[in-house]
């Protein structure tokens, strides 16, 4: 068992630390970056914000160099499952999936109409939930509206498509039926994934929700607003 500390900010490198002894395990080359940590702990990936390169480095002193995919700037990544992949996404609207052993681009996915901020690979390493804020709507106030993706891992065969409104930030549940809504209104919002309706809302911040996120057993949510409030809901039963 490894126990993993992960440092960054814009005048620290993101940096890996074993937490046991504090022996550095791997560095990105920049300070301002896009940062990702393998399920198991064995990889941290970094991208330089608004770069359009990918850095990954090993707990066994490895590191990897990936490039010349994206046109523009990467505006998220994220690891697969079993950590043998890693998935970027740049403002051109484009999701590269990268095979990590050989240090190749295996396949693309399109289909956003922006670039894709947010990607979950399922835990059966199956499927690709990765979510699209336009950043083209600046009507008073600035709300935001998403654009929600399922792929198939594999082939990039896009199963799932809807846009959510007014909102910039989704998280999802463990078992992937609900999504939790983060927006400049004061309230987040409960929505059925295979629909998309909201199926209920959690009031109780006086300022917008800016975080959001499931507890692992899928039987509490915890929210985040700018009241500098951070609240846990239980989830109403079924």
């Given amino acids: 068992f490894l126990s993993l500390l992960l440092r960054s900010s814009n005048e620290v490198r993101p940096t890996l630390f074993d937490a046991s002894d504090g022996s550095r395990l791997g560095e990105a080359p920049y300070h301002s970056a896009l940062v ?19 850095f990954v480095a090993t707990t066994k002193g490895g ?15 994220a690891f697969s499952t079993d950590g043998r992949s890693l998935l970027s996404a740049s403002k051109n609207k484009v999701i590269v999936v990268w095979n990590l052993e050989n240090g190749q681009a295996a396949r693309t996915y399109t ?25 083209g709507i600046t009507s008073a106030p600035p709300y935001r509206e998403l654009e929600l993706h399922i792929w198939e891992l594999e082939t990039g065969r896009r199963i799932y498509t809807h846009t959510l409104k007014d909102v910039w930030f989704v998280a999802l549940s463990p078992d992937w ?9 004061i309230h987040a919002g409960l929505y059925d994934t295979a629909s998309g309706k909201e199926t209920y809302r959690l009031e109780g911040h006086t300022r917008p929700v800016s975080a959001a ?24 039963e079924e």
């Fill in 111 to 135: 289909g956003h109409s922006w670039g894709p901020t947010q990607m979950i690979v399922s835990p059966d390493n199956k499927w690709v939930f990765s979510a699209a804020p336009n950043p």
């Fill in 213 to 236: 996120a499931f507890t692992a057993d899928n039987r509490f949510v915890v929210t985040g607003g700018n009241d500098d409030w951070i609240i846990m809901w239980g989830l109403p």
């Fill in 177 to 185: 039926r609900k999504l939790l809504t983060c927006s400049r209104k």
């Fill in 63 to 77: 590191k990897i160099l990936l490039q010349e995919q994206h046109a523009e700037a990467i505006s998220g990544i």
């Fill in 36 to 54: 990702a940590l393998s399920p198991d702990g064995s990889k941290l990936a970094a991208s330089q914000r608004y770069g359009k390169e990918l």
